[in-house]
């Protein structure tokens, strides 16, 4: 069943006093940022956006309460990913950092290293296949990891999030490459997909789609944005695999809530929708 309320961010609904996992997709333009906010209360930011997001960010995490993190991922070192966490390591307290081990020569990349170094935050590199302990009540699995040959994107840490029977797939900048390689290693299937690379030409193949058989999936990006993304060649996957198409151009900030069962989504500028889990 699906129930729509014309409603944005302020709407949010609590139907009963089950825990529940928000994961919010920030609309930073051309870029990434995700805050997930776990059934225990506990806050993980995935990703900053570009340096000029900062403030965006820091503003929705100040509007949902968050003036703590408990773990930062930076998935890999691009612009469009960590350039907005100097601003948010100035604004918000941060207990962990997970970061992809991947190092980069840009000011970005150094300005982003200095603030982790002057606010003393403890860092670990990601590895493929570990647990990451957050919430007892979240399974939160790295699937792709920095291995000393890549480059940024195919370092990119890939998470899949799961809550009882809701599981997200969260993929970066990954490519086609390391999609190939997941679908040797993991169970995929989820409900919820982040689409890799702001939906580039070099990630989210059909039979990686296939794989993974999506609900919804989300895309983050920018309007009018110089890459031509999302292509259409992954727009027509998505179709093919039947998959709701959420974007943050569109949409604005997305927010997913689920109680393990279900899933609603409320979005920034459409209505919400609700589904049971398959």
Not at 32 to 52: A, E, F, H, R, V
Not at 147 to 169: C, H
Not at 232 to 258: C, F, P, Q, W
């Amino acid at each position: 069943m699906v129930f729509f309320l014309m409603t944005g961010q302020a709407g949010y609904i609590h139907a009963d006093k089950q825990p529940k996992m928000d994961v919010h997709f920030i609309d930073v333009g051309q870029g990434d940022s995700m805050l997930i906010q776990t059934p225990s209360g506990k806050n993980i930011l995935i990703d900053g956006g570009p340096p000029d997001a900062g403030n965006k960010v820091v503003s929705f995490l100040e509007r949902h309460d968050v003036d703590e993190i408990d773990l930062l991922v930076a998935t890999h070192p691009d612009i469009d990913h960590i350039g907005g966490f100097p601003r948010i390591l100035k604004s918000v307290e941060v207990e962990q950092l997970l970061d992809s081990g991947k190092m980069y020569t840009t000011k970005t990349y150094a300005r982003y290293i200095s603030q982790i170094l002057f606010y003393k935050v403890p860092v670990t590199i990601a590895e493929e296949n570990e647990l990451v302990n957050v919430d007892p009540h979240v399974k939160i699995r790295v699937l792709n990891a920095h291995s000393g040959t890549e480059d940024n994107n195919e370092s990119s840490i890939v998470l899949q999030v799961s809550f009882k029977k809701i599981d997200f797939l969260l993929m970066a900048d990954v490519r086609e490459k390391q999609e190939e390689q997941l679908i040797k290693k993991y169970n995929l299937d989820s409900e919820i997909i982040k689409i890799a690379h702001h939906g580039s030409s070099t990630s989210t193949s059909i039979d990686f789609l296939k794989e993974v058989s999506p609900q919804l999936a989300v895309i983050s990006y920018g309007k009018e944005n110089d890459f031509g993304h999302p292509v259409n060649r992954v727009i027509d996957n998505l179709d093919k695999v039947k998959a709701d198409i959420y974007s943050t151009a569109v949409y604005g900030d997305i927010t997913i809530r689920s109680d393990g069962n279900s899933y609603m989504v409320l979005t920034e500028k459409t209505p919400i929708s609700i589904f049971e889990a398959g």
